[in-house]
């Protein structure tokens, strides 16, 4: 049965995509190809909607290739030096980006986003310049959690994915954990860990600590580390706070009010979204990085009265990089002692 549109809403939307089509220079609902500077505005955009950890991470890293070799966006490495020059030595300028053997593979993804007719009646009320921000918004939301969510969960690229099998993209695309897998198995951990008196570690810190020792040692002290931790993982190091604090208020906004929750192992951490249960990341937020082909976005939208929504499709190729494998160290399969 399908849904009676209003008047209202019937309106906005047809003179929302007539619009766009006319600024984008195509007839409406033919597909197009993405101008980089406005794929540029749209990723920085999301950034600013709220999806703060994709504007701490390389999450909008643009290459010519498909497949080549990673960018090694992670500074690091000793610049500084000295040389007696009177002789015949030269000074020498070292690479402030050290390159981690290995290559990236970008793969096409697929962002097919829905708006149902009920939902932009919701928007009706809006003017003109406010709906289509609107519209976009929310088209942005859904790329930008996707990015996030499959860069934790994915492990593998399937020709068909299955969102009911795998409803955190873990067909879409090799996440970053998985990279760890395939390249760099020492640096994670996925036996079970358990926290607390008579557990592989007696708190969160002592975990921090020890998983700490397996980032390579010129990586090791870099101030820009942080914990990348779970919830539930977060929760385990939040209990020792609650009891101390009780129900004090100033506890709670400390604790819950926003991302950085405290310091373990002498490190700042924070809950990362969408990150896997039991699971916890130690490393520089800028060597996870998200790399995009260039001239690859292609962008539809089309009205699809036999379905009552509107269909924004979207595709571009893009795969997830650990950019120096020693300068992480992760686990996954982290819980309290009972």
């Known amino acids: 049965m399908g849904y009676a ?4 809403g019937r309106r906005n939307t047809n003179e929302f995509l007539s619009e766009f089509a006319a600024k984008m220079n195509v007839q409406p609902g033919e597909e197009f190809a993405v101008e980089p500077a406005l794929v540029q505005k749209l990723f920085e955009l999301a950034v600013e909607d709220g999806k703060w950890f994709l504007g701490l991470i390389n999450a909008n890293v643009s290459v010519t290739e498909q497949i080549g070799q990673k960018l090694g966006l ?3 490495g000793l610049v500084a030096s000295r040389t007696d020059t009177s002789g015949d030595k030269e000074r020498i300028a070292r690479a402030v980006h050290g390159i981690d053997p290995g290559e990236f593979r970008l793969y096409q993804t697929d962002a097919d986003v829905a708006l149902r007719y009920a939902t932009i009646d919701q928007w009706k009320h809006l003017n003109k310049g406010a709906f289509s921000k609107m519209w976009q918004k ?7 959690n996707d990015r996030i969510r499959i860069g934790w969960h994915g492990t593998q ?3 068909t994915t299955d969102p009911e099998a795998n409803p955190n993209g873990e067909d ?3 996440g970053w954990l998985q990279q760890l897998r395939n390249h760099a198995a020492d640096q994670i951990e996925e036996t079970p860990l358990t926290i607390g008196i008579g557990g592989a570690a007696r708190n ?13 040692p010129q990586f090791r002290e870099d101030p820009a580390m ?14 020792k706070f609650y009891e101390a604090g009780g129900d004090a208020p100033s506890e709670k906004r ?14 700042r951490a924070m809950v990362a979204p969408f990150m896997p249960a039991g699971t916890v990341v130690i490393t520089a937020p800028k060597n996870l990085s998200i790399y995009r082909q260039e001239g690859t976005y292609r962008r539809q939208l089309i009205d699809n009265p036999k379905k009552s929504q509107v269909e924004d499709f979207n595709s571009f190729n893009e795969g997830y990089v650990v950019e120096q494998y020693g300068a992480i160290s992760a686990a996954t399969n982290i819980s309290a002692v009972e």
Request: glycine share 10%.
């Open 5 to 8: 549109f209003s008047a209202g």
């Open 74 to 76: 992670y500074v690091s």
């Open 138 to 144: 929310v088209v942005r939301a859904a790329i930008a």
């Open 157 to 159: 690229v399937s020709p």
């Open 172 to 174: 879409v695309n090799i």
């Open 204 to 216: 969160l810190d002592a975990l921090v600590y020890e998983m700490r020792q397996d980032i390579e």
């Open 226 to 239: 942080r914990v990348m931790m779970s919830s539930d993982v977060a929760a385990i190091g939040n209990a």
């Open 254 to 267: 400390h604790l819950d009010g926003g991302r950085i929750l405290d310091t373990y192992g002498g490190l």
